[in-house]
């Protein structure tokens, strides 16, 4: 059975690029391009949360604290994913760990099929 991985995505040309290799991966991704849409599709219980933080309305540190004070979907795992590479980025790091992300990755380290990597060994190990 595909798993189902919920991306937190306002970049269309990403949200189009993970389309692909998820799909190629056989997962079925859902796509939610805003914080407020993100808290709503996150309790259809997706298996895995991929969260970028600049987001239109509420940013993503705001979404993963509301998403771990619910009891129904405080066992998601969340990924943060952001472009944020800058000095910024180890207090960042430290923070969504903090709030109880599993992971902290920068987009342009990965490509989207290593994203797909990642995310199978991370639902792998959960």
Do not use: C, W
Request: a negative charge.
């Amino acid at each position: 059975m595909s798993k189902k991985v919920l991306l937190v995505e306002d970049e269309q040309i990403l949200i189009d690029l993970y389309q692909e290799a998820f799909s190629n991966a056989n997962f079925q991704l859902q796509v939610a391009q805003n914080g407020h849409e993100a808290l709503k599709l996150a309790n259809h219980a997706p298996d895995l949360i991929l969260l970028d933080i600049l987001l239109p309305g509420i940013n993503g540190f705001e979404v993963l604290k509301k998403l771990k004070s619910s009891s129904r979907t405080k066992d998601i795992p969340v990924i943060v994913l952001t472009n944020l590479g800058s000095e910024d980025t180890d207090k960042d790091k430290r923070l969504a760990l903090s709030l109880g992300a599993i992971d902290y990755l920068v987009k342009s380290y990965h490509t989207p099929d290593e994203m797909v990597e990642i995310i199978q060994k991370a639902l792998d190990d959960n």
